[in-house]
Each structure stands twice: as structure tokens, then as C-alpha cells.
């Protein structure tokens, strides 16, 4: 396993960052136990998770789960894990009812990053990620609660997800002033099928020294061969199977590309975001120890630039950076 710094910072993790979004809710605990025991003995060092996770993800939920992050708690306390791992968590979805039970509220981040790491069963959490944009609280409120979790060594190092380009930027700007080192990392959706974050995230993360970890990337399956896993029987949601549909001629091409590689589709897709210099790392989030140990191949497979340009041509992105990408 290889290691790199999360953006500029001096803090190395894997190349490859265990995702545990579907502990408690895909995956029992017994198999989230072997899951993790496998991904530290590959070496990855990176584990993420969300005080949310656990349970079903829907706009229409009522509270948050938590379950996950109890998961990875009990796997700690069995002794000598917490110090081998970089851990990170996320805020913002709601966790009660309450009207304060969500967001970024200064109020709230106190309270669930508390919450937080009663579940993980640890006295700090390495990355603490705000989940998405609360526009609805100033900068100033954000980053003084943040600045008094890192005074009390509940925190290290803070990042984002799902944060627009101007979002990282006013962010990092607000942090500045506060003679602060602010976003060490952003989480974004980015695949070689959802390439929107190349016009303008991509390039905000870049001049402002951020790590990009990319989530879902291998498009929820829609990138791991899901043609042959359909040909040979096996059922796709609804969803998927509409985005199949949509997709049919690239996902021909791109499948027959991975045959002429003699490479598993899932791992040339994770293998081409980690080939990004902004990538610090890409998440996996397996449901087995199966699946865990297919995607470790990804961190050392080498594209070609002829690959690479094949892939470009199968799924172009937007067309480059903004504004060069839509105004000449």
C-alpha cells in the first residue's frame, strides 16, 4: 500500500480509504469486523465514516442512525487499533429531531462531535468532516467551533464534503483570517462517469493545497462490470438500472476496454481516479471482505496514457476547467 500526504498537510494515509457507510445497514457487524481486520493488515490506514451512517440514507429521514460509527467503536475497543488508523467522521445531517439536532450550528458540532466520539469510543478524531454547505451559518461560527474541538484535542484536522468550489474557497479565505490552517481535505462525488468537480472544485482544491478524496468511485456499481454481473443473473435497483439504460453504449465500451486490459472493471475505475495528482485518496466501501480484497489491486495498477486517453474518450468529462470549459 502506498501513502501519501492528505493535502498539505504533514498527516500521511492509504492511498485507498476504507468506507463504512454500509456497516450496520449491508453489512453485519460480524463481517464489518473482518472487513476491518482485513483492510489494516492490507495497510490501509484511512478509515471514514459519518455519524449518520448506519442506516437508510433518504432526504425524508427523520434522525440519524449512528450505528456505523458504534461498529467501528467496538472493533476498537478490543485494543491496539486506534493508534495504526487515521480516523475520520462527518457532521451535519440530523441526528434528532430537534431543530438544532443538524447543520453547523456551533451548538451543534459541540454536541455531535461529542456524540461522536462516546460511538467510536476515542478520545479524537484525526478528520472531522463537514458533510455539506450550511450557508445559513457564518464562517466565523463554523471555524471558532472548530478552532475550541482542535484546543481540546478532540479534533485534528477538519475537511469538507460535497462543498461547491466558491464553498472551499470562502471557507479557506474566512479560515485565513483567523490565522487558521482551515480545509485539510474535501470529500466530493467523482468518478470517470461524474466528472462535474473538474470545472471548478478540482481547481479551488488545487490553489488552496486541499486533498480531494473521492467518494462513490466506482459509481455505486455502475462501474464494477455491471453488464456481466447482469448477464450472469444478478438484478440491478431500479435506479441503476435506469442509469444503465441511459448508459448502455459507454458501459459496452468501457467493460470491453477492462476485458482487453485483463483488468476488473472496479478496479480500473478506482485505479483512474487515483491517477489524479488533487487524489489523495479513494474510498472503498465494500460490503465483503471479498469486495475489500478485489479493490486493493486498484492502488497498484498502472494506466497507460493510451488507457487513459481510451477512458477519456468512453466518458468525457466536462471539457476542462472553468471558465475555459464552456466560454471558448
Known amino acids: 500500500m502506498d501513502y501519501t500526504h492528505l493535502g498539505r498537510t504533514g498527516l500521511k494515509v492509504s492511498r485507498l480509504a476504507l468506507g463504512t457507510m454500509n456497516f450496520g445497514e449491508l453489512t453485519d457487524e460480524a463481517t464489518s469486523f473482518a472487513i476491518m481486520d482485513e483492510a489494516l493488515e492490507a495497510g490501509i490506514s484511512f478509515f471514514d465514516t459519518a455519524d449518520v451512517y448506519g442506516g437508510p440514507q433518504s432526504p425524508d429521514m427523520e434522525k440519524g442512525f449512528g450505528i456505523s460509527e458504534e461498529i467501528i467503536g467496538r472493533w476498537l475497543a478490543q485494543g491496539g487499533r486506534r493508534e495504526k488508523i487515521v480516523l475520520a467522521t462527518k457532521v451535519y445531517q440530523p441526528m434528532e429531531t430537534g431543530p438544532n439536532d443538524r447543520r453547523l450550528s456551533a451548538y451543534h458540532i459541540r454536541r455531535a462531535c461529542d456524540a461522536s466520539l462516546r460511538r467510536l469510543q476515542t478520545d479524537h478524531i484525526d478528520l472531522y468532516q463537514m ?16 478552532e475550541q474541538l482542535i484546543r481540546e484535542g478532540k479534533v485534528t484536522y477538519v475537511g469538507s464534503s460535497n462543498f461547491a468550489g466558491w464553498d472551499i474557497a470562502t471557507a479557506q ?47 455505486m456499481g455502475l462501474l464494477g462490470g455491471v453488464l456481466r454481473k447482469i448477464a450472469g443473473g444478478r438484478r ?40 489524479n495528482p488533487i487524489v489523495t485518496a479513494a474510498i472503498s466501501g465494500p460490503r465483503t471482505v471479498e469486495q475489500l480484497s478485489q479493490n486493493l489491486k486498484s492502488a497498484s495498477l498502472i494506466l497507460s496514457r493510451e488507457t487513459m486517453a481510451k477512458l477519456d474518450k468512453i466518458w468525457p468529462g466536462p471539457g476542462g476547467e472553468a471558465p475555459v470549459a464552456y466560454a471558448w
Open 236 to 275: 440491478a435497483s431500479p435506479v441503476l438500472q435506469m442509469r444503465i439504460d441511459k448508459l448502455r453504449p459507454q458501459l459496452e465500451a468501457y467493460e470491453a476496454l477492462c476485458d482487453e486490459l485483463g483488468e476488473a472493471p472496479s478496479d480500473v475505475a478506482l485505479a483512474w481516479v487515483l491517477h
Open 173 to 219: 479565505c474566512a479560515a485565513a483570517a483567523r490565522n487558521q490552517l482551515g480545509l485539510a481535505s474535501e470529500q466530493s462525488l467523482y468518478n470517470l462517469a461524474q466528472r462535474t468537480i473538474e470545472l471548478e472544485v478540482i481547481p479551488a482544491l488545487r490553489h488552496f493545497g486541499v486533498g480531494l478524496i473521492p467518494w462513490s468511485p466506482i459509481g
Open 131 to 146: 458533510h455539506h454547505i450550511d450557508r445559513a451559518t457564518p464562517w466565523e461560527e463554523i471555524w471558532q467551533a472548530m
